[in-house]
């Protein structure tokens, strides 16, 4: 008889009421379901947590425990979601934790497959995948330009993102959990540190999440700078940061790339605001 594993799934939130009822009934739509779904809330004040409550209600075998914590937002911690994923593994009851992001779109099998490989004993962690989802122009342009490529991806260097990803609670221990210093890249640097204790990763491409990438320039813009600042603050891709700065004066990555060039305002501004909020987060 096959060994069943069961799987704790967690999410961490604050203030998603305009995108909440989206992110559960794409959970609803699962093929298969968590054992439990931890969702921990950091205080949220826009009635994100009503609408929790009565989604749980009326899907009682969807198991949601909702768990709100006001230490788990930016008032009390620098970094509000790695701790609001801790305290969600903290309170799971099973050895196998599958995390995404409630701001994204699950693909109805998602669950399923980002569990599957756990059929081998020998899987420690699953990088699940992630594609835009796509509402306008800007975002479409964005997307072609900055989000990875699955026929271009290196499975050696791959680092999943926590909006798609799951693995033994046993190795989330072993690093000490979510790294809770730092607003951003938490998850690349937790990714790292399971890396350097040698668990071992598989890569599962049909374990597909949707994310919103940004809609606008502007947007674009503040969200390079604030995903810089954890790069910066764990000293992560230090030496493209170092080359980086070349290119501020001579930018040939941009025109040596047709479509960066194409959209050289764009290429150029996610460039420097990145270079900005990097050395942010270096002196942080």
């Known amino acids: 008889?096959?060994?069943?594993?069961?799987?704790?799934?967690?999410?961490?939130?604050?203030?998603?009421?305009?995108?909440?009822?989206?992110?559960?009934?794409?959970?609803?739509?699962?093929?298969?379901?968590?054992?439990?779904?931890?969702?921990?809330?950091?205080?949220?004040?826009?009635?994100?947590?009503?609408?929790?409550?009565?989604f749980s209600d009326e899907n009682l075998n969807l198991k949601i425990n909702l768990i709100v914590d006001k230490t788990c937002s930016k008032k009390f911690v620098a970094g509000p979601i790695a701790k609001g994923r801790n305290v969600a593994i903290e309170y799971s009851k099973y050895d196998y934790i599958a995390a995404t992001d409630a701001g994204c779109l699950l693909?109805?099998?998602?669950?399923?497959?980002?569990?599957?490989?756990?059929?081998?004993?020998?899987i420690d962690v699953v990088s699940g995948w992630y594609e835009a989802f796509?509402?306008?122009?800007?975002q479409m342009i964005y997307a072609d330009i900055y989000l990875?490529?699955?026929?271009?991806?290196?499975?050696?260097?791959?680092?999943?993102?926590?909006?798609?990803?799951?693995?033994?609670?046993?190795?989330?221990?072993?690093?000490?959990?979510?790294?809770?210093?730092?607003?951003?890249?938490e998850d690349t640097k937790f990714d790292l540190d399971m890396k350097k204790i040698e668990c071992e990763f598989i890569f599962a491409p049909k374990a597909v999440v949707y994310w919103d990438c940004p809609r606008s320039y502007e947007e674009a813009i503040d969200k390079a700078s604030y995903y810089a600042h954890g790069d910066g603050k764990f000293r992560l891709h230090l030496k493209k940061f170092i080359l980086r700065n070349i290119f501020l004066f001579f930018p040939l990555?941009?025109?040596?790339?047709?479509?960066?060039?194409?959209?050289?305002?764009l290429s150029y501004g996610v460039m420097l605001s990145y270079q900005l909020g990097y050395i942010k987060g270096l002196f942080s």
């Open 148 to 185: 990875p490529k699955l026929n271009n991806i290196n499975l050696e260097t791959f680092l999943p993102s926590s909006r798609s990803i799951a693995f033994k609670k046993s190795c989330w221990d072993r690093v000490s959990g979510y790294p809770e210093n730092s607003l951003t890249a």
């Open 107 to 122: 693909d109805n099998k998602w669950f399923e497959e980002i569990v599957r490989p756990f059929k081998d004993n020998n």
């Open 253 to 265: 990555n941009i025109l040596f790339s047709k479509n960066r060039r194409k959209n050289f305002k």
């Open 1 to 54: 008889m096959e060994n069943v594993k069961k799987i704790s799934l967690i999410t961490t939130l604050f203030n998603e009421a305009d995108n909440i009822n989206r992110f559960l009934k794409s959970y609803k739509n699962q093929t298969k379901h968590a054992d439990e779904f931890i969702i921990v809330d950091g205080g949220s004040t826009d009635g994100t947590i009503k609408i929790i409550e009565k």
């Open 134 to 138: 796509i509402e306008n122009n800007f």
